[in-house]
């Protein structure tokens, strides 16, 4: 008995002398608890017009003749970067000639000439600069080096339409305008499209994917491209388990359109009824996927997770996170106590229709649990003391008081603490 003793007590005294688990943000993956807070569906009309308004921003590149901004604008980037110590992807200072290079073959005297409209062959990347080499700041520093990659601007979905201002000198890149973003894609992944068949796409009907990752292929059936989850394509008719479609094949400058089958459990016509079901699919789709600055490696930020989550319903919202917040109706929150701001948020806010802000950040809300809100967003990490930083890296649901259970955590980083506004994007009819 003594003999069985001892060694119990033995490994008693180590566990009580190991180290304890470090504490961790209170956070989950799943949305489903809060899906009976969802309002009712759209009444028709009303979604019909969210949806009409939803094709008109989508369509709106095929409807100019040129770029609708000035040459200055279009070059912001040019100046906000000249200026500042920019580093490359070695962690090294990024050589000014490799800068004045890049800024030579954006070919910006060549600005609105081209004037054509395209469409996207694949997922690409938006880039501020004729490049795919990265731009960071300093590496050393908090919250910067990988992922927050300068030169992205935003991911572009297959079948995007664009209208292309112009070509760099080498020809490699096109300067263009997507419904929601100005930057350089390859020309390798658009073509031209004709009025005809511009006139054709805008007169069908659309199907939305809503799967992640789902392969698409051609006529043929020969593969063509990953899709993300809300990408959209023209809808030529349904036949049992699949949907025709139309997808792009470059031929030459131009593209040829064909029709090709996807199967209907991977998509759903657009729009989606905002419903518990559809609402669950979606977010269930988006949740824990990993954080992507700008789209980067076809990842989604803050801000494209509340876009993509909007889009299966037909509902609109721009790419950034700060014109995001002034979608809907907009109330301040701005000047209160961290008790009053979430009292508000939970007494007035609509979930799953409601977008939360603090600089540089957006969020979805989604109900609350004890007086407790909860949002759904896509965040790299929480501030901690000393500048620091405790990773997440994924889309996620969380109270706004993140962060509060990190011994080590800045107080006026709490995602609480910085909130300034809050917006019902489609409010409730009265």
């Not at 394509?233 to 139309?246: D, H, M, T």
């Not at 957006?362 to 405790?390: C, D, F, P, Q």
């Not at 969380?398 to 955590?409: F, H, I, M, V």
Request: proline share 8%; charged share 25%.
């Amino acid at each position: 008995m003594r003999r069985l003793l001892f060694p119990a007590l033995l490994l008693l005294w180590f566990a009580g002398c190991a180290p304890k688990e470090p504490p961790k943000p209170d956070l989950t993956e799943r949305v489903s608890p809060f899906l009976r807070e969802l309002p009712a569906p759209f009444k028709a009309r009303s979604h019909s017009r969210l949806y009409a308004d939803f094709l008109s921003r989508r369509y709106a590149p095929w409807q100019m003749s040129e770029l609708n901004v000035t040459r200055e604008a279009a070059t912001w980037a040019v100046r906000h970067y000249a200026s500042k110590p920019l580093f490359a992807e070695n962690r090294r200072p990024l050589p000014k000639a490799r800068f004045e290079a890049w800024v030579r073959n954006a070919n910006y005297d060549a600005f609105n000439t081209l004037r054509r409209h395209a469409v996207t062959l694949r997922s690409a990347s938006l880039r501020l600069f004729p490049t795919m080499r990265p731009i960071f700041y300093d590496p050393s520093l908090p919250g910067e080096g990988y992922p927050f990659d300068y030169n992205q601007n935003s991911a572009v979905k297959p079948f995007t339409p664009l209208i292309v201002s112009h070509l760099s000198r080498d020809g490699g890149w096109a300067f263009v305008q997507t419904p929601f973003a100005l930057g350089w894609l390859p020309v390798g992944d658009i073509a031209y499209l004709s009025g005809e068949q511009i006139d054709r796409i805008v007169k069908m009907g659309n199907m939305v994917v809503l799967k992640e990752a789902t392969p698409v292929y051609d006529g043929s059936q020969r593969f063509l491209f990953y899709a993300k989850m809300a990408t959209i394509l023209p809808l030529v008719g349904e036949e049992e388990g699949f949907y025709r479609i139309l997808v792009p094949k470059k031929i030459g400058e131009g593209v040829r359109l064909e029709e090709s089958l996807f199967p209907r459990i991977w998509g759903e016509r657009m729009p989606l009824t905002m419903d518990a079901a559809n609402v669950g699919r979606v977010a269930d789709e988006l949740l824990g996927e990993p954080y992507g600055w700008g789209g980067l490696v076809q990842n989604r930020d803050c801000s494209a997770m509340t876009r993509d989550f909007f889009a299966p319903f037909g509902i609109w919202l721009p790419r950034n996170s700060a014109e995001q917040a002034k979608v809907g109706r907009v109330l301040s929150l701005a000047g209160l106590d961290a008790a009053a701001k979430e009292r508000r948020v939970v007494e007035e806010g609509v979930p799953f229709r409601t977008l939360i802000h603090l600089p540089g950040h957006i969020m979805l809300y989604v109900g609350s649990r004890r007086g407790r809100a909860y949002v759904m967003h896509n965040l790299w990490g929480i501030r901690t003391k000393e500048g620091g930083r405790y990773i997440v890296g994924r889309a996620v649901v969380t109270s706004l008081r993140l962060g509060e259970e990190l011994p080590d955590a800045d107080p006026e980083g709490v995602l609480i603490e910085r909130i300034d506004s809050m917006n019902i994007v489609v409010p409730p009819a009265p």
